[in-house]
């Protein structure tokens, strides 16, 4: 059975920074490239970052672009999102989701959610 | 960059069955999309991928009530036979090939009456 288990979320203020952690079982996960997604509460969902499996391919939204910073430790089954200069608009549920690949990327895969809220 | 459109919401009654839509942006209706189920106060669950074709693959433990099917730039997922258990937040999701970037629609909301 495939886990994926987010950890590190947490009240912090604006400006402040947090790094979140996604520990994967069940897959192969050196194989899988990865995804944080994120829902605001009462709203639907956004994709936030990728990184493929090997880490030579890393896309952001614009929304988080030059403050978030993906990256995982295949030898630790380990997904990573360090988040800078966290606002207001950050406070969101992120969640770790996998991506597979057939005629197209799609996520299969999804975490149970660990919640960020950025307030003064 | 490819946009998905998705009814607000939806009702159908128990053991009844419902048809959710998820529309495809222009220049974008080869795109194949994913379904994903989230429940109140859940994750998102995959449901399924599904093609132009429509020929679609679901995620391990899906029911067989779930199916899905295309019509040219639309992407449909049926649920029969609904359960209360189907009451929930259905979103489609696709992937941008050219910005590299993952979109989401914004939902439908589907109540079982």
């Known amino acids: 059975e495939v886990q994926l288990v987010e950890s590190g979320g947490g009240l912090v203020q604006p400006g402040g920074s947090l790094r979140l952690s996604c520990a994967a079982s069940g897959l192969t996960f050196s194989s899988y490239s990865m995804n944080w997604v994120r829902q605001a509460p009462g709203k639907g969902l956004e994709w936030v970052s990728y990184i493929s499996s090997s880490s030579s391919n890393i896309h952001y939204a614009d929304s988080v672009k030059g403050r978030f910073t993906i990256s995982r430790d295949n030898a630790k089954n380990s997904l990573y999102l360090q988040m800078n200069s966290l606002r207001d608009e950050d406070t969101a549920v992120y969640y770790c989701?996998?991506?597979?690949?057939?005629?197209?990327?799609?996520?299969?895969?999804w975490g149970q959610g660990t919640l960020v809220t950025v307030s003064s | 960059q490819p946009v998905l459109t998705q009814s607000s919401s939806a009702s159908a009654s128990l053991g009844s069955s419902v048809k959710l839509t998820c529309t495809l942006s222009?220049?974008?209706?080869?795109?194949?999309i994913a379904w994903h189920q989230q429940q109140p106060g859940k994750a998102p669950r995959y449901l399924m991928k599904l093609e132009g074709s429509g020929s679609y693959n679901k995620g391990s433990g899906v029911p067989d009530r779930f199916s899905g099917s295309s019509s040219g730039a639309d992407r449909y997922l049926t649920i029969s036979n609904l359960q209360s258990d189907d009451e929930a937040d259905y979103y489609c999701?696709?992937?941008?090939?050219?910005?590299?970037?993952?979109?989401f629609g914004g939902g439908t909301k589907v109540t079982v009456l």
């Open positions: 999701e696709t992937w941008d090939r050219n910005k590299r970037h993952w979109v």
């Open positions: 222009s220049g974008h209706s080869s795109y194949i």
């Open positions: 989701a996998s991506a597979f690949y057939s005629s197209g990327w799609y996520v299969d895969y």
